[in-house]
């Protein structure tokens, strides 16, 4: 098995924006462990037994629920609690379980961040590929600096499923994803851009990276809770312009 190269990165805080809500929260992050690269074609391929075009490419048209399958056939395979149960197309996480796992939005923006305040860790077009550079198809991963935890392609290159709900009152059962793509303009490769997917949907320009980290709690972890999820599918007040939420 190809091994998936670990990053161990510290408790801290980090600072949400949720730009429809306009709310703004902070969370308290315990240490957790993150992937170095995204998920590769090489790694992807040889858990799962399928063939490989761009061994170290990003993994894409990747769903978020095959993401989820791949974190807990990882798991399995080292001998490790998976942290995902499914019940049909329902996903619970067990976020006591120390198995691999998709980062949450918190952990997943403190770790690219890994310290800057900007939008971006570094020169865009030192730490990232994107539109600037002209590229149709993602590249190979550590080919830009990494950011300041050692952490490569967290901005650019492909988009990275994380384990959160989107917006669930205006778009039900979509999951978030983080960073970027290599033919996206600078203001999408942001620290702080959100933009989210059906579950059951991939595009060639997504892909995931694997984290690690137990919580106490296992309804609530990293920024994340199973409540609050529930408080944000209601939507209680004024309709924003143009949508109407989901019956």
């Known amino acids: 098995m190809t091994d ?3 990053r161990r990165i ?11 809500r306009r709310i703004r929260r902070d969370v308290e992050l315990e240490a957790f462990e993150i992937g170095v690269y995204p998920v590769t074609e090489d790694v992807f391929a040889e ?7 761009h061994p170290r490419r990003p993994v894409v048209e990747v769903s978020w629920t095959r ?8 798991s399995e395979w080292e001998g490790l609690d998976p942290a995902y149960r499914f019940d049909g197309t329902d996903v619970t996480w067990d976020a006591d379980s120390d198995g691999f796992r998709l980062p949450t939005e918190a952990e997943w923006e403190f770790a690219c961040r890994a310290g800057s305040n900007a939008p971006q860790y570094g020169p865009l077009d030192e730490v990232a590929w994107t539109a600037l550079d002209g590229v149709r198809s993602p590249q190979n991963v550590g080919g830009k600096l990494p950011n300041l935890n050692g952490l490569f392609d967290t901005l650019g290159n ?6 959160d709900l989107l ?3 205006r778009y039900g059962d979509y999951r978030v994803f983080r960073g970027g793509g290599f033919s996206d303009d600078a203001w999408s490769v942001r620290a702080s851009v959100r933009r989210g997917g059906a579950p059951g ?21 990293q920024g994340w809770s199973l409540s609050a999820d529930r ?3 209601v939507q209680d007040g004024p309709l924003p312009i143009g949508w109407t939420p989901l019956r």
């Open 47 to 53: 858990m799962l037994g399928i063939a490989v075009s």
């Open 67 to 74: 993401a989820i399958r791949f974190c807990n056939a990882l």
């Open 201 to 221: 949907g991939g595009a060639d320009d997504i892909g995931f990276r694997v984290a690690r980290g137990a919580s106490d709690d296992p309804e609530r972890a």
């Open 10 to 20: 510290g408790a801290g805080r980090v600072t949400l924006h949720d730009a429809r």
């Open 231 to 233: 408080e944000r599918a």
């Open 4 to 6: 998936v190269e670990m």
């Open 158 to 163: 492909v988009w990275e499923w994380c384990w």
């Open 167 to 169: 917006d669930p009152a």
